[in-house]
């Protein structure tokens, strides 16, 4: 079969051969949409929790039970997403295993509350038990289907994800004083499997789909965000009828979210993808690019608790579960994704510089979302500023990248 030409779907049973990296048109399927999907659960129950621990005045719990139970949504997806940007053959077989990972999904979902409450990761390390033994599966079906270096590397792979999985164990026998330990120690060696994997042999993940699935993860991140926002504002609102202090922190929300997606998808990224060292780089970053997109939306619950006087903490508190995340989904797009692609001092300097100020906005107090959000929208508005210049010397920078009319074309930060 050409690399150029799409493959068949939805066989009955399929030799799980690796994909090209030139293939044309690839894209997200409806399954990985679907798989997606049950991430928003997940995501919902890590954010509940940062509100709830933020507004009780308790961040020296809440971040790190965040950080820690959104590493583990975040990695599960993250491995999925590489793997079927490799092999996905959408064949019986890779159907059901990948629903079982869903299902993984959805009963890690069930175990966040235990987990940032009591320290109790029984049920979140059973939905990461499912996931990963589906994903072994998928890993030896890879390895029966190949040979050679291609074959060990599957072996790598289906080896080191089985061995991090008895490590997460300690999370169950440890005192709560060391897991936060154990869960770093754990997250780099999970990091350093597909490294290790493919030292020798590189899989054939597709550059313009891999860039494309990150970019919907992210527009679902966005999403979650406008959720919790809009479900903060109607609460308020159905025991308050304090609309003129609500309408600043709904307006300025809207206009962080408006920006952000504004700033990640102003460039076509995956023209940067061209190794697996940038590609790792890149997609280990998301992480803050991610966790950050979904923090906001729990900032933002925060400070309409803080306005309405249903949050113990004081107005510089809730504000900055606002400015933080949202500086740090500014810095983190720019070192990851939007430096790549910048021409002049100055339009490196748009988001780093706007990152600052956000986080000077929080001495605004209650009016820091709505200050927030104008400094988000005045950064897109630079950012599409500088990206107008002559015209010929524009085509020429579109025409060598390959990308006429598309990321930067439409401007941005």
Same mark, same amino acid.
């Given at each position: 079969?050409? !690399?150029? @030409?799409?493959?068949? *779907?939805?066989?009955?049973?399929? *030799?799980?051969?690796?994909? #090209?990296?030139?293939?044309? =048109?690839?894209a997200?399927?409806?399954? &990985?949409?679907?798989?997606?999907?049950?991430?928003?659960?997940?995501v919902?129950?890590a954010?509940?929790?940062?509100?709830?621990?933020?507004?009780?005045?308790?961040?020296e719990?809440?971040? /790190?039970?965040? $950080?820690?139970t959104?590493?583990?949504?975040?990695?599960?997806?993250?491995?999925?997403?590489?793997?079927?940007?490799?092999?996905?053959?959408?064949d019986?077989?890779y *159907?059901?295993?990948?629903?079982?990972?869903?299902?993984?999904?959805?009963?890690?979902?069930?175990?966040?509350?235990? @987990?940032?409450?009591?320290?109790?990761?029984?049920?979140?390390w059973?939905?990461?038990?499912?996931? *990963?033994? @589906?994903?072994?599966?998928?890993?030896? %079906?890879?390895?029966? +289907?190949?040979?050679?270096?291609?074959?060990?590397?599957?072996? %790598?792979?289906a080896?080191?994800?089985?061995l991090?999985?008895?490590?997460?164990?300690?999370?169950?026998?440890?005192?709560?004083?060391?897991?936060?330990?154990?869960?770093?120690?754990?997250?780099?060696? !999970?990091?350093a499997?597909?490294?290790?994997?493919?030292?020798?042999?590189?899989?054939?993940?597709?550059?313009?789909?891999?860039?494309?699935?990150?970019?919907?993860?992210?527009?679902?991140?966005?999403?979650?965000?406008? $959720?919790?926002?809009?479900?903060?504002?109607?609460?308020a609102?159905?025991?308050? &009828?304090? $609309?003129?202090?609500?309408?600043?922190?709904?307006?300025?929300?809207?206009?962080?979210?408006?920006?952000?997606?504004w700033?990640?998808?102003?460039?076509p990224?995956?023209? =940067?993808?061209?190794?697996?060292?940038?590609?790792?780089?890149w997609?280990?970053?998301?992480y803050?690019?991610?966790?950050?997109?979904?923090?906001?939306?729990?900032?933002? !619950?925060?400070a309409?608790?803080?306005?309405i006087?249903?949050? =113990?903490?004081?107005?510089?508190?809730?504000?900055s579960?606002?400015?933080? /995340?949202?500086?740090?989904?500014?810095?983190?797009?720019?070192?990851? =994704?939007?430096?790549?692609?910048?021409?002049?001092?100055a339009?490196?300097?748009?988001?780093p510089? +706007?990152?600052?100020?956000?986080?000077a906005?929080?001495?605004?107090?209650?009016?820091a979302?709505?200050?927030?959000?104008?400094?988000? @929208?005045?950064?897109?508005?630079v950012?599409?500023?500088? +990206?107008?210049?002559?015209p010929?010397?524009?085509? #020429?920078? %579109?025409?060598?990248?390959?990308?006429?009319?598309?990321? !930067?074309g439409?401007? #941005?930060?």
């Open positions: 079969m050409s !690399e150029d @030409a799409p493959r068949a *779907r939805a066989g009955v049973l399929r *030799r799980m051969t690796a994909r #090209g990296r030139g293939e044309k =048109h690839r997200a399927t409806p399954l &990985e949409l679907f798989f997606d999907l049950c991430f928003v659960v997940a919902a129950q954010g509940r929790q940062l509100v709830h621990a933020l507004a009780e005045g308790h961040p719990s809440g971040i /790190p039970g965040y $950080l820690m959104f590493f583990a949504i975040w990695w599960a997806w993250v491995n999925f997403s590489w793997f079927s940007s490799a092999y996905d053959t959408d019986v077989p *159907r059901v295993v990948t629903l079982v990972q869903m299902a993984g999904v959805l009963i890690l979902a069930a175990g966040v509350p235990r @987990a940032a409450d009591d320290g109790n990761f029984a049920v979140v059973l939905g990461y038990l499912v996931m *990963r033994l @589906a994903l072994v599966t998928q890993w030896l %079906r890879a390895a029966h +289907s190949s040979t050679g270096e291609e074959r060990r590397a599957a072996l %790598r792979y080896a080191g994800v089985s991090c999985q008895v490590g997460w164990l300690g999370l169950l026998f440890l005192p709560l004083h060391a897991r936060p330990w154990l869960f770093l120690g754990m997250a780099i060696v !999970e990091m499997v597909p490294a290790f994997a493919e030292h020798r042999y590189t899989t054939g993940w597709h550059p313009h789909h891999i860039a494309e699935r990150y970019g919907l993860f992210t527009i679902i991140m966005l999403g979650e965000t406008v $959720l919790a926002a809009t479900t903060a504002v109607q609460s609102l159905d025991e308050d &009828e304090a $609309l003129g202090t609500l309408l600043p922190i709904a307006g300025g929300g809207l206009l962080i979210i408006f920006a952000a997606y700033i990640y998808f102003a460039v990224i995956h023209l =940067h993808l061209v190794s697996n060292r940038q590609a790792f780089l997609g280990y970053g998301h803050f690019v991610f966790g950050s997109a979904a923090a906001v939306g729990a900032g933002i !619950e925060v309409i608790e803080e306005t006087g249903k949050a =113990h903490i004081s107005a510089f508190a809730a504000a579960a606002v400015t933080v /995340p949202t500086a740090l989904f500014m810095f983190s797009v720019w070192a990851i =994704h939007s430096r790549h692609h910048k021409r002049t001092l339009q490196q300097l748009v988001l510089v +706007s990152a600052v100020l956000v986080l906005c929080t001495f605004a107090g209650r009016a979302v709505l200050l927030t959000g104008l400094v988000a @929208a005045a950064t897109v508005a950012g599409v500023a500088l +990206s107008v210049g002559p010929a010397g524009r085509q #020429g920078a %579109r025409a060598a990248a390959g990308t006429e009319g598309v990321g !930067e439409a401007g #941005g930060a």
